[in-house]
């Protein structure tokens, strides 16, 4: 079983080979509708299986966070789970379980998600329980305390105890030093620890209400029934008082950043990371098709760095248009025994050099096209998928930006590529971590 | 709110949901091969599962790990293609071929659309019956083996997971040990033992395919036979039978970390798969500590005390006896605390009868999320293979609900007194172990 409240971020991380839709198969939103009060809802009809899916997504992620209360978006999402008037304190997930479903959520950078599983039979329960905590979440002091302690374990176990991932923290950080993606969604220790009730109560009123959310259904539902029972338990929420203007802006980088961290591990490993424009920049589709060229066993960063010249034993490229700001292009590999970082690291330039000088060939792009082209349609299989799709594309702007990507991503030819490639990976524009093993001193 | 109230109730009467019907067909082909088939139109693609008996119970314990390495090695290279061939036609398809083993099998997976379905099937069934294992591809994937093996050994949870099943089997049960073998046995593996393995168990008498998704009966059959009918059926060995030690009482194991929390893991033998018991524990283990945020284990630690992100319970379902085991990740300084009340849970369970609502509210989510397990055309190929490999019978969907429907207060009561054993067990714990204030003596 999969535990809830995940993090969303670390999924996000690997998510974008999900997202492509193809002309065949497109998804089909067979009810939109704005309610008064500004509640946007979205219903997609697949009577493949008797089950639905119900995702509530609110405008609100860590680039969200005051200052010095970094977390609180993430740990107010933990807190959604702990009552109203209602429902009691353990109740929320209960009550779902007890109906045969399954329900979590996670936060991102930018917005944070919940969602319940159930047979469509069922739905219903999930709209009226996420109804109920839209508007009527006790916070309660004590669940405060203990639910903070809560994160500070999931930090520890994420991060803390984790060189990989505590590099991945220190390459962000450093990369961004104006904009709050500088922040880890799971927020720094001592801004979890002085994070007051008072502090979540503030950050519930501005972001959780309906103007500030989405609801996206899929499965096997009557999309005029789903609305009505949407409109009978969201239709009385009110609009909420205004909420901070969000105004940062990352300048940009002039010189490349280094950054060391020294831990207990046992293999080197090194993060690069460039500033790249998101989704939908003109030059964000060509970085998608440069990382699916650079990504898989048939890759460049594989069958280079990792079977031919058996420097990595693992070497990846990552990239996620689907941030609301620029965010960033990792490049990243663990060092293999007997090798170094420093070998590892020549090694990606050499990657990046060859895509500058030289444009991949055609089949290299028709190849990403059609990875692109067939996860999107598998990712199809699963109705959560699709929900998930279209809420996030609509947190972008619209869920219609999908034919938008779509579009892009066919029309990317080699010289796109190359040109992205000379734009964005040049030395003053990355960021590089690289991870030293430390032992430690005395073994008992 | 009203109803929600009502919405309990009815699910406290109703226990049973309506299924998801697989509707698998059943087929015996005539070299052997079990083909199951499940016909789903409603995407153009086609999901393929193949399961070969083969796993850790078939190689000697001194060169573990080969079972392992023999499915890593049919991607890389054929009579027809090189390893970089099968990889660039797959991915240009924007497919998904691979295969890996398991404690108990190994299995194969396709994922295709169905407009690549025979190209796809013709590189599938090409590593199925021409892999050439080329001494190079061996050399080189041993050294990948190796590398994730020492890598693996940052992830504390890896480390306690390794030594929770060493004490467990010991030295020659397979599930003492891992799939991917150790640095040293992997040295001991050659080429002919590589081919003699594949040679052995890679036949169609010994083999279970599920195919799913856009595609007929007809066409499954056809698919097969005009790729897999020069497959040909073998002698397949006995599969040894493998002594498991006892644990008569505590045995506390712990490694030193520079750690922030605390790995641990307590637990002990469990059940075979075909224990008939299986299904009054899966409802017992559900409320003890099973059950996500339903779970006793989880209201105590993470809820009422905020002293872990996860904690969780459960018995593997294996063909040999598999593993009951609790793990949670706390705070070094917790460790003891939490280790505490695991103990006290599992006592507790095994004392007094669980209340009516905690029987009903089990049997609701085990049923009721059935149809979730098999919602995709590839989670029923895959439930497809294991219900053949575990006998559980093509109906199994059909006949869960009443199997956990009929479990018992009693029932309940009597599995955790004979499953759990809350004075004889292995605790791992992984982390600062001074600030753990954790002993041989304290436990």
């Known amino acids: 079983m999969k535990f809830k409240r995940v ?158 991932r505590s590099l991945y923290e220190e390459v962000v950080a450093t990369a961004f030093k104006v904009h709050p993606y500088h922040n880890p969604v799971i927020g720094w220790m001592s801004d979890l620890g002085s994070i007051q009730q008072e502090d979540l109560l503030l950050h519930y009123s501005r972001y959780y209400a309906p103007e500030n959310a989405v609801v996206v259904i899929a499965g096997d539902v009557n999309p005029e029934e789903i609305l009505q029972k949407i409109k009978e338990e969201f239709g009385s929420i009110k609009k909420t008082a205004k909420r901070p203007v969000f105004s940062s802006k990352e300048p940009v980088q002039r010189g490349q950043k280094r950054v060391y961290l020294k831990k ?181 | 709110m009203k109803r929600i109230k009502l919405l309990i109730l009815l699910s406290l009467l109703f226990i049973s949901t309506p299924l998801y019907a697989i509707d698998a067909k059943r087929e015996v082909l005539p070299n052997g091969l079990v083909l199951l088939h499940s016909e789903k139109h409603n995407l153009p693609i086609v999901k393929v599962t193949l399961l070969i008996k083969a796993s850790p119970f078939n190689e000697p314990p001194e060169k573990a790990g080969l079972a392992n390495l023999v499915a890593s090695l049919l991607t890389e290279g054929t009579k027809n293609r090189t390893s970089e061939q099968i990889s660039e036609e797959i991915e240009f398809l924007g497919a998904h071929l691979g295969a890996a083993t ?49 890598q693996a050994e940052e992830e504390p949870g890896f480390l306690a997971s390794r030594e929770f099943r060493r004490t467990l089997y010991g030295k020659h049960h397979p599930y003492g040990r891992l799939v991917e073998g150790t640095l040293e046995s992997l040295d001991n593996i050659n080429r002919e033992d590589i081919v003699g393995f594949y040679k052995t168990y890679y036949r169609p008498n010994n083999a279970i395919v599920a195919i799913v998704g856009d595609i007929t009966h007809e066409e499954a059959i056809n698919l097969l036979k005009r790729f897999l009918s020069s497959w040909e059926k073998g002698n397949i060995p006995e599969t040894p039978e493998y002594h498991i030690p006892k644990i008569e009482d505590v045995k506390l194991i712990t490694i030193d970390r520079e750690l922030t929390q605390a790995n641990i893991i307590l637990g002990h033998h469990g059940v075979k798969r075909s224990n008939p018991d299986y299904y009054a524990i899966s409802v017992m283990n559900y409320i003890f500590g099973g059950g996500g945020f339903a779970s006793r284990l989880m209201m105590r630690i993470r809820d009422d005390m905020g002293l872990a992100y996860d904690v969780h319970s459960f018995f593997s379902s294996d063909k040999d006896t598999g593993v009951f085991e609790v793990g949670v990740q706390t705070k070094n300084e917790s460790a003891r605390t939490v280790i505490d009340v695991i103990l006290k849970e599992m006592r507790r369970v095994r004392s007094e009868h669980v209340s009516d609502r905690e029987l009903n509210d089990a049997k609701s989510y085990l049923t009721g999320s059935f149809p979730r397990r098999i919602d995709t055309m590839g989670k029923i190929a895959d439930f497809l293979v294991l219900t053949e490999f575990y006998n559980l019978g093509i109906d199994y969907d059909k006949k869960y609900p009443q199997l956990i429907n009929s479990v018992t207060k009693d029932d309940i009561l009597r599995v955790a007194k004979k499953y759990l054993h809350p004075d004889r067990y292995i605790l791992v714990v992984v982390g600062d172990i001074e600030k753990t204030g954790i002993s041989g003596s304290t436990f």
Do not use: C
């Open chain 1, 264 to 444: 207990e591990a046992k293999l080197p490993y090194i993060l690069i990371a460039y500033h790249v424009p998101s989704f939908p920049d003109k030059d964000s589709a060509a970085l998608d098709v440069l990382s699916y060229i650079l990504s898989g066993k048939s890759g460049r960063l594989y069958k280079n760095l990792v079977r031919t010249k058996e420097i990595a034993l693992n070497a990846f490229a990552s990239y996620s248009g689907f941030y609301i700001d620029p965010y960033l292009f990792f490049l990243g590999g663990t060092v293999r025994p007997g090798r170094k970082a420093e070998d590892l690291e020549r090694a990606f330039y050499e990657e990046i050099k060859r895509i500058q000088e030289t444009p991949p060939t055609e089949r290299e792009i028709q190849k990403a096209k059609n990875q692109v082209e067939a996860s999107f349609i598998m990712e199809q299989d699963s109705i959560y998928n699709q929900a998930e799709l279209i809420g996030m594309f609509e947190m972008l702007g619209d869920w219609r930006l999908i034919d938008k990507y779509l579009k892009m991503i066919r029309e990317v030819r080699p010289e796109d590529v190359q040109r992205v490639a000379r734009k964005y990976f040049t030395e003053d524009n990355r960021t590089v971590g690289i991870l030293i093993p430390e032992k430690r001193g005395v073994e008992k």
């Open chain 2, 102 to 150: 398991d404690r108990d099998y190994t299995l194969l997976k396709l994922s295709i659309l169905k407009k690549d379905l025979e190209k796809g099937f013709s590189i599938f069934s090409d590593i199925l019956l021409n892999p050439v294992f080329p001494p190079e591809e061996i050399k080189r994937k041993i050294d990948l083996i190796k590398g994730g093996l020492r």
């Open chain 1, 7 to 164: 993090s969303g971020w670390l999924i996000i991380f690997s998510l974008f080979v999900l997202f492509a839709p193809s002309p065949v198969y497109p998804i089909t939103v067979s009810k939109e509708e704005i309610l008064p009060n500004g509640l946007k809802v979205l219903v997609i009809e697949d009577h493949k299986a008797p089950i639905a899916t119900f995702q509530i997504w609110y405008r609100v992620g860590s680039r969200n966070d005051p200052k010095g209360k970094t977390g609180i978006s993430h740990l107010l999402e933990h807190m959604m789970f702990k009552g109203t008037e209602k429902i009691g304190p353990k109740q929320f997930s209960r009550i779902i379980q007890r109906n045969g479903g399954i329900d979590n959520a996670y936060t991102t950078k930018d917005y944070t998600m919940y969602f319940e599983t159930l047979s469509s039979d069922r739905i219903n329960l999930a709209i009226e329980l996420e109804a109920d905590r839209m508007k009527n979440l006790l916070l309660r002091k004590d669940d405060s305390l203990y639910e903070r302690s809560v994160v500070m374990e999931e930090r520890r176990m994420r991060y803390e105890d984790d060189p990989q």
